[in-house]
């Protein structure tokens, strides 16, 4: 049997005598994308930050790797913990190059070889080397998170935490850096913790969602069960209120985990679909549909997933 | 302005060792207020109700006037450069204090975090993240306290400190415009090139900033250092309050001295400042020698009770309490009495046959008088006179200098004096004899304390040779070629000793 990477065990946390984190228990698996999500105040970034620290438990076990946190140095269980903030957060005096190269200047990797890495790490997140001199101030804020990101990566952790780190940015860069996310999961198959108030965010990224209220985990379970067997009523009500509100928010996926694609086909009509990928929206499939009878769903290495026509997608949006 | 110009190139030389003394003072005052102050605001920035106590602290310092804290320092730390580069501390601490706290807490709690999570270390938060996100406030109340510390430290001066304030000091003592701008611009100056040498630094590596810093502490410390103890020598300290009169005097008393014993080093400090200072720099051996008043000795120095009539007996009452509170050693005065004085022109005095104050009661009718505000007011001045002398004339208040103008013109021709000052002698005017004992009695002798007495018998006596000597006449004409003639005090004063057989060619 696998050991999870990270366990709660019987974990509270008080603030000033009020109780926040009430008896949580949870495992998280080595290679997990793992989303934690919920309203504010339902305890979600406290536990994350219990994890690497940041906030002390008041009482229970946190253990990383088998090994309970208490018994590292906060230095060697940080540099085992990538941490990615929704501030984002750079140091504003340093260079990109030099936010990068934080840890690996601390764990006095030769200067060479983090150079090497800088480079590769920026073009694996779509900036090219010219931003390495660039200073902080003067990047957008999708650009900055880039940076965020890989400055997380850099010291080439087994886990990163990732406290909702998009929710500050526009839909566009949201969108964009949420696929960055999976293929760079995908590609490093690190684990990841992360946190966000967003039930699309979570249902996209999540291989496992736990749901979080008043300090206390509902339901832990994939997000096609969660959708289809919420464990109460909360839960479900979490999920109605916040799917399907806007058209721009439904993802081509939740239309197929929704039971609405058509199977493969191979006739003319197919060969000449336009393709869309799954992480796109809904209103990307109906502009599509405007001008073709069928369109092709791919993933993302371009690999044909389904279709989808006129007839299955008025189905869908009739069930909403 | 040619007057300017002629009084800058007279003084380059004291200029360039002005500016070298108020550099060096500002320096090690700016580097100490630093060398403290961010240290303690970095530690303090985790107790913000200590933080608070230290910023009301060192507010509290700050409004205490610069003369009072030099004054207040005076009984601990003496006279000097020392006392000097503290005052200048105590004011530099509340900005450089105040910006690196406010640097330092005002950064986003999020980047905090982000160093945390990244596993930096407590110092290497404070040196890659922290400080230098607080440095800019922090270099820019570095800067507010260097612009501070360099008008401040003018004031330096009045406790024999050097540095520019002597040039402002002077220049208000002698009634010379020149001298005070000359002072005044080149603090500015400095002001303005070390507010750019502070930018410069701020675009340098911080590493290269250490070094240049190291290499002036370093190259300044030994300076320092090497002048103290050279300093250790036996030496004969001869310091001499603002103005021209003391400077000659301290001449005269270094070359009386070195005439006899030439081995002796004697040092002089002229314009080293005010009666109370030179007194505890006497008392704490900062100094050997200055001249005093028999006057002020008792009137300042031991707050005598009773002022005896004569000239002799002021004296003896004054060396004595001097000797018992002090044991101070008091030598012989000079002849020449420093009080006010009632001056007319000599034409005017010769016209009258007037001689003493009493014998204005004959041209009573004639009189236009013009005096300083000072002395109209004073119990002991114009009141006094008038009640005693029974005379009674027409009196226009004016400005020191203005009324020897005056009289000069012939719109007045009656003033109130000092007995030595040098335009009685530039504008051709007689004193009249105060033959009732109004005015108080101010000789000049040289004062030290028993235990240089006693160890330097042969200094004693050479300086006893002036007891007796020096005319108000004699000192008049001297103050006048040093004031208006702008001769050296130290040519001057030998000319006066070798003339009178004093000492030798």
């Not at chain 2, 109340?141 to 009045?158: E, F, K, N, Q």
Request: one cysteine or more; a positive charge.
């Amino acid at each position: 049997m696998v050991e999870p990477l990270i366990e709660f065990k019987n974990v509270f946390k008080k603030f000033d005598g009020k109780p926040v984190i009430k008896d949580l228990n949870l495992r998280i698996m080595p290679g997990e994308l793992f989303v934690l999500v919920g309203s504010s105040g339902s305890g979600k970034t406290t536990t994350l930050k219990m994890i690497n620290r940041l906030l002390e438990k008041s009482s229970g076990t946190i253990t990383v790797a088998g090994r309970p946190v208490d018994d590292y140095s906060l230095t060697d269980l940080r540099w085992k913990i990538g941490y990615v903030l929704q501030q984002i957060a750079l140091f504003p005096t340093m260079t990109v190059a030099k936010n990068v190269s934080v840890v690996p200047d601390m764990q006095h990797v030769a200067s060479r070889q983090v150079h090497a890495m800088v480079d590769n790490l920026l073009t694996e997140v779509g900036l090219d080397k010219g931003f390495r001199n660039r200073m902080p101030g003067e990047l957008s804020g999708g650009q900055q998170q880039r940076v965020g990101i890989i400055r997380a990566l850099a010291g080439k952790p087994p886990i990163i935490l990732m406290d909702e780190p998009f929710s500050a940015l526009d839909p566009l860069a949201r969108e964009s850096l949420q696929k960055l996310i999976l293929k760079l999961h995908t590609k490093y198959q690190n684990t990841i913790v992360f946190v966000t108030h967003d039930m699309d965010e979570a249902l996209k990224l999540g291989d496992r969602i736990g749901i979080m209220k008043n300090g206390r985990l509902l339901q832990v379970d994939t997000p096609k069960d969660i959708t289809n067997n919420p464990a109460n009523k909360f839960v479900a009500d979490f999920f109605s209120h916040n799917r399907y509100s806007d058209l721009n928010k439904i993802l081509v996926n939740q239309v197929i985990e929704a039971g609405f694609m058509v199977a493969r086909r191979s006739d003319d009509q197919a060969r000449s679909a336009p393709s869309i990928e799954q992480m796109s929206n809904l209103k990307e499939v109906l502009r599509l549909l405007a001008s073709a009878p069928l369109v092709r769903i791919i993933d993302g290495s371009g690999k044909t997933v389904g279709y989808f026509d006129n007839e299955s997608i008025i189905r869908f949006l009739s069930t909403i | 302005m040619p007057d300017f110009v002629q009084t800058f190139m007279d003084r380059k030389a004291a200029l360039v060792q002005a500016l070298g003394q108020h550099l060096a003072i500002s320096f090690w005052a700016l580097l100490i207020a630093v060398v403290i102050a961010i240290p303690v605001a970095i530690w303090v920035r985790r107790y913000p109700k200590v933080a608070q106590v230290i910023l009301q602290l060192t507010g509290v310092l700050q409004t205490i006037p610069s003369l009072a804290l030099l004054g207040l320092l005076i009984p601990f730390a003496g006279i000097g450069t020392v006392p000097a580069i503290i005052a200048l501390v105590v004011y530099a601490l509340l900005p450089i204090f105040q910006n690196t706290y406010v640097g330092l807490t005002e950064i986003d709690p999020s980047t905090e975090e982000a160093a945390d999570a990244m596993g930096m270390s407590r110092s290497r938060k404070l040196f890659r993240v922290e400080l230098p996100m607080a440095m800019p406030i922090i270099i820019s109340g570095i800067r507010t306290s260097m612009v501070l510390i360099i008008g401040t430290a003018t004031l330096a001066a009045l406790i024999g400190a050097g540095g520019l304030g002597n040039f402002i000091l002077l220049g208000i003592d002698r009634n010379n415009t020149s001298l005070i701008l000359i002072g005044a611009i080149s603090a500015a100056l400095l002001a303005i090139v070390m507010s750019y040498f502070i930018t410069i630094l701020q675009k340098m590596k911080f590493r290269n900033v250490v070094i240049l810093i190291g290499t002036i502490v370093v190259i300044g410390g030994s300076f320092a250092g090497y002048t103290a103890v050279s300093q250790l020598n036996q030496k004969v300290v001869i310091a001499g309050k603002l103005g021209a009169e003391p400077e000659i005097l301290i001449n005269m008393y270094k070359d009386l001295i070195t005439a006899k014993d030439p081995r002796l080093d004697v040092e002089l400090k002229p314009n080293f400042g005010k009666t109370s200072f030179l007194f505890s720099a006497l008392k704490s051996n900062q100094i050997n020698i200055y001249p005093e008043f028999t006057g002020t000795v008792l009137e300042t120095l031991t707050h005598s009770s009773v002022t005896p009539k004569t000239p002799a007996a002021i004296y003896r009452l004054g060396k004595q309490q001097l000797a018992q509170q002090d044991h101070m050693a008091y030598l012989k005065p000079m002849a020449y009495n420093n009080t006010y004085g009632i001056a007319v022109k000599e034409s005017f005095a010769q016209r009258y046959h007037l001689k003493t104050i009493e014998d204005l009661q004959q041209v009573q009718g004639k009189l236009k008088a013009g005096m300083s505000m000072e002395f109209m007011d004073r119990k002991d001045g114009l009141k006094l006179v008038e009640r005693r002398y029974h005379i009674k004339f027409p009196v226009k208040g004016m400005e020191p200098e203005l009324r020897y103008r005056a009289i000069h013109d012939n719109q007045i021709n009656l003033i109130d004096c000092y007995s030595t000052d040098s335009e009685l002698r530039q504008y051709h005017l007689t004193v009249l004899q105060d033959n009732k004992h109004v005015f108080p009695i101010y000789q000049g002798a040289p004062l030290m304390t028993q235990d240089f007495a006693k160890k330097h018998p042969q200094a004693v006596s050479s300086l006893n040779k002036l007891a007796g000597k020096i005319s108000e006449r004699q000192i008049q004409q001297m103050n006048y070629e040093v004031n208006v003639l702008d001769q050296s005090p130290a040519s001057v004063a030998r000319h006066y000793l070798v003339q009178h057989h004093l000492i030798k060619e």
